[in-house]
Each structure stands twice: as structure tokens, then as C-alpha cells.
């Protein structure tokens, strides 16, 4: 025989209505109208006029060719709703195509021989071509405008960047608003890759010279952020990420290296390995003499060259090499090993342990 404790069923069945009703509130903040106009009268009748819908007879589909325009800003017009009917007519409801299309009756009921309007908002957040809709039912009928236009981006930057080997880049940015100040633009780099070392100007094209964090990994790509200076304060403008390429510059992992007697010593290349990759594909036993120098730790003494044997294999976006067992055991511990791997070096420590 089961005993139910209804003191507990009870509160369960509270929390739950609690929850219920919780989620009815957000449900209902977030399907509060969002404000599309807030100007005066004047203001609003200096609004274009980009389309007339009738309520009786006339066309249904209403396709309207919108100039190019700068993404994140938002484009307002009207469409005017003209009853050419005998009987008041209602705008009840109106579906637009997506979050970014906004669309709201200024009036919702227009008597018999009178004009209202609806009010649309495009929030161009996207680059490229569009084509945005508003449905307005109207006297039993559904009238359509289709809108249209292309939105660009107010500063442009090149799809990729290339690093050179000592991790230095240039990077031309073209500004297309006229409206941009030039002077007050700035940029960073997002995250701790690189940094943006100088910035100069000419015409409308902004130059960076750019320096790669060689500390950090290397990245498919970068964010860099502009920003506008203005009286009223720094604006954030669109972010772009742009694509990375590097020539000649390789990192290792691990950089420091702990040899163990009778076990081949293994690192893992990252950046421009396109040759090596090469290498480890043109053969069933891919191998490489590594030209090494070897740094004394401290400089005590002077620096030597050896040539150390190594097997490669190449995996996703990364090479291994694997010294052969006796690789780097004469080495004194502390040592930096700097190796040269197709016009690239690749520097780590050498740290030989008892077994």
C-alpha cells in the first residue's frame, strides 16, 4: 500500500503554475511591439512613400527596388493605404518575412475615401543582396510588397592576410562611406594573435601593418574591429574576419623538448608547411635530414651544426617529425635547438633526462 504525501504533491503542482505563469509574462514582454517610429507628425509625413496599395481592385503584389545601402543602418518608409471602397476597411494583422523586416499600421482603421499607412523598418544586418516581404490583409484580400535592395559594408577589407616570416603582414582596408572620417578610424585585432602595430592613410584606403603573437597559435583566421571616433564617443563598426596565410613561419610543439634514452623525440610543426607536406606524401617512408645549430644555454660556448634524421607524417593541419633514438643525447640540457625546415626555422629546448 502506497501513502502520498499531499503536502509535497501540492507544492510541486504551485511551483509548476509558478513556472507557467512566468513563462506566459516573458512570452508576452517579448511579443511586446518594438517601437518602429517615435518623430513628430512633420517628421513622419517627410517619410518616403514607397509603395500604394488600394482596397478595392488594383494589383496585389507590390515590388519595390530599394537603393544600396550601408549594413547596420536601418531604412524606414511607408506604404499607403488608399480606401477607394464604400465601407471602412481594418488593418488587423501584418506578416513580415523575417525579425528584420518590421512592419506596424499607423492606422488601423481608415474610413470610406480615406488613406492611412503602414510603416516598414529594414534592419540591414547581412551583406549582399536581399529581398524582404510585408503581408497587409486588406478588405478580404492579402497585398504583398516585396522589397528589394543590396547592403554593403561601410569598410571593406581584403578575404585574407598573409604573414611573412617574421610575422609581419600589411593590410589594406578600403573605405566606402564618404561620410567615414578617416582620420578618427582605429583598429585591434580581437583575441591575442597579433596587433596592430602602425596605421597611414591615402585617399580612401587605410594600410595596417600588423605583428603576429609568435606565442600564440596560429589562427585560420583573424577579427579585426574598427572603430570611429566621435564626439559623442567611439563607435563600434562592423567587425571583419579575414582569412590568415602564413610564409615561412612555423611553431613547434612542445618547445622544450625532454630526450629519454632509447626514445625518439617527437615535435609537431604548425603555420607554412605546404613543402614538408609535400615531402611526407612522396614516399611509403617519408624521411628528412634536419639541419640543426645548437645554442648552448646561456651562450656558454660557441654554437654547432648537426644533421639529425627525422620521419614525417602529415596530419590535419599540423606535421610530426620524429627524431630517429639517438637524436640530441650529446646535447647539454637547456640547449636551444634552432632547425631549418624548407627556408623556415623552428626553434625549441632541449632537455636530456635519466630513464
Known sequence: MYTVNFSRWFA????????????????????TPRLIFDG???????????AKVEAIGGKVVHRVKLSKGFEGEDQIFRVQIVNNGDTDVSIKKLVSSCGCTLAQPKDREIPEGGVGYVLV?????????FEEAVT??????????????TTVRRISGPPEVEF???????????????EIDIAALSFVVAGNHAKVVDKHSEAETVTLELSWNRRTRFAESLLLVPKLQSADGDAHLIP??????????????????????????????FGDLSELTSKSSNADDP???????ILPQGGQGPPRQCVVSAKIKALKGVVSLTFDKEAFSDVASG?????????????????????
Do not use: W
Open 287 to 293: 624521411r628528412l635530414d634536419v639541419h640543426c645549430t
Open 164 to 178: 611573412d616570416s617574421k610575422g609581419t603582414a600589411s593590410l589594406k582596408i578600403s573605405v566606402i562611406d564618404p
Open 240 to 269: 571583419m574576419t579575414i582569412r590568415t596565410r602564413f610564409s615561412g613561419m612555423v611553431r613547434v610543439v612542445p618547445t622544450s623538448l625532454y630526450i629519454r634514452e632509447g626514445v625518439p623525440p617527437r615535435i609537431f610543426l
Open 40 to 50: 513628430t507628425e512633420e517628421e513622419f509625413s517627410r517619410l518616403p512613400i514607397l
Open 12 to 31: 510541486a503542482v504551485l511551483f509548476a503554475a509558478a513556472l507557467l505563469c512566468e513563462s506566459r509574462s516573458l512570452r508576452a514582454a517579448n511579443e
Open 335 to 355: 640547449s636551444v635547438v634552432s632547425a631549418e625546415l624548407y627556408g623556415s626555422s623552428a626553434r625549441f629546448s632541449v632537455y636530456p633526462i635519466d630513464s
Open 121 to 129: 523598418r529594414l534592419l540591414r544586418s547581412r551583406v549582399g543582396g
Open 136 to 149: 497587409i490583409p486588406l478588405a478580404g484580400r492579402e497585398h504583398q510588397g516585396i522589397f528589394e535592395g
